[in-house]
């Protein structure tokens, strides 16, 4: 026997087939706003990840450690061989000049081309500059042995030195090793900015007194011997923590009060007059004045360089 659907079965079933697309609707709009809002909101989180990582991620503990070991590192070589050699020169008076500065030559090649094999990432243009800064000065540094060598035997070892302190590409040479030097302590600054949010700056370019010195970080006290060293063009075989330490010691010891120096940079003046900074200052005595300091891990933080 038929049975036919009355008008209210009709009416129920338009209904309940309404509220059932009306509830799917409802249903994937709301995945739709939700997946929109995730989607923003993870948008958020990205750009402000990708802005902190060009502000500081550039300059991870990682990239100061590879640079160390494979530019600074090779270029400190030739660097305490300079040091040593030109000692040499000017206490020994029967050292085969030109010898000396041909091997000088050959090690400033060497080292050039194992760091014009080198790069940095875009990332980081501070140890991309340092490199270059570097390379600039063992290829200077090649061509100014060059130019000497076949003179240097004629010449007096302490004379030759001195000759040398004039030469325009030495002077270039040790003005882009200064320069990269204040690279590479620039950017332990930009690493310890993602340690310390709060890290205390100054100006590098301005004097500073040595109430403000006293309270500033190692890193920040470091990065500011490297501006000076590079603005007087004072190429020395010690570190910018070696000069720090000697500072912060004569400062501890009351000479600078006794001397009437106001600022740092008349500490510094002294110091380097009398020769009072030695490579490996900064080691030795580390433990007594900086055992607290926040440090990457950079070996010649830990052991003589």
Request: proline share 2%.
């Amino acid at each position: 026997m038929d049975k036919r659907l009355t008008r209210s079965d009709y009416l129920f079933a338009v209904t309940f087939i309404f509220m059932l697309v009306f509830a799917l609707g409802t249903f994937f709009f709301g995945l739709k706003m939700g997946q929109e809002r995730s989607a923003a909101k993870y948008e958020e989180l990205l750009t402000k990840h990708n802005e902190e990582t060009k502000q500081y991620g550039a300059y991870h503990q990682q990239y100061l450690v590879s640079y160390y070991h494979t530019i600074y590192q090779p270029y400190r070589e030739f660097h305490k061989k300079w040091f040593d050699k030109m000692s040499e020169l000017e206490s020994n008076q029967s050292a085969d000049a030109s010898l000396i500065l041909k091997d000088l030559g050959k090690l400033s090649k060497q080292k050039y081309d194992e760091l014009s094999s080198k790069t940095m990432p875009d990332s980081s243009p501070l140890l991309q500059e340092g490199l270059q800064n570097y390379a600039k000065s063992l290829k200077l540094f090649n061509e100014a042995l060059g130019n000497f060598q076949a003179k240097a035997n004629s010449i007096k070892g302490s004379d030759l030195v001195a000759e040398m302190e004039k030469d325009t590409y030495f002077t270039e040479a040790k003005k882009f090793s200064l320069a990269a030097q204040k690279n590479y302590y620039d950017a332990i600054i930009k690493w310890n900015e993602t340690e310390n949010a709060q890290l205390k700056h100054v100006d590098v370019n301005k004097p500073l007194n040595l109430k403000d010195w006293g309270a500033l970080s190692l890193n920040v006290k470091n990065d500011y011997i490297a501006a000076a060293l590079a603005a007087s063009k004072n190429f020395t075989s010690f570190t910018p923590q070696d000069l720090t330490t000697r500072i912060d010691e004569m400062i501890a010891s009351g000479q600078s009060a006794k001397m009437n120096l106001a600022n740092v940079q008349q500490v510094i003046e002294i110091l380097n007059a009398t020769g009072a900074t030695r490579s490996g200052d900064f080691v030795r005595n580390k433990s007594k004045w900086y055992a607290n300091e926040v440090l990457p891990q950079l070996p010649f933080f830990f052991s003589q360089n």
